[in-house]
Nanobody
Framework: QVQLVESGGGLVQPGGSLPLSCTAS????????MSWYRQPPGKERELVAA????????NYASSVKGRFTISRDNAKKTIYLQMNSLVPEDTAVYYC???????????WGQGTQVTVSS
């Protein structure tokens, strides 16, 4: 069965850092584009960062560019999101996503809560 499991969420102070991870199983991870999305309370889900299947290219939302870094380890079937210089506006549920344009499928994790507050 397909699974994406996020971990690493929690409470962090403004200006602090927090690493997230997402471990995949049940599909050919190395062939999928991987992304992090987030959804603040009462707002729409938005793309935070994306990385190609081989890890050669990345893309970031303008609001996080320069502060967040997405990476992947295909051997471990895991993606990461290193979040630095956090601000309260980063507070949201963060979701892991796997996508294949060829198969036309999307897989989602259960989400992990990140709260930035003093």
């Amino acid at each position: 069965q397909v699974q994406l499991v996020e971990s690493g969420g929690g409470l962090v102070q403004p200006g602090g850092s927090l690493p997230l991870s997402c471990t995949a199983s049940g599909f050919t991870f190395s062939r999928f584009r991987m992304s992090w999305y987030r959804q603040p309370p009462g707002k729409e889900r938005e793309l935070v960062a994306a990385i190609t299947s081989a890890g050669g290219r990345t893309n970031y939302a303008s609001s996080v560019k320069g502060r967040f870094t997405i990476s992947r380890d295909n051997a471990k079937k895991t993606i990461y999101l290193q979040m630095n210089s956090l601000v309260p506006e980063d507070t949201a549920v963060y979701y892991c996503n796997a996508a294949s344009d060829y198969l036309r499928v999307n897989f989602w994790g259960q989400g992990t809560q990140v709260t930035v507050s003093s």
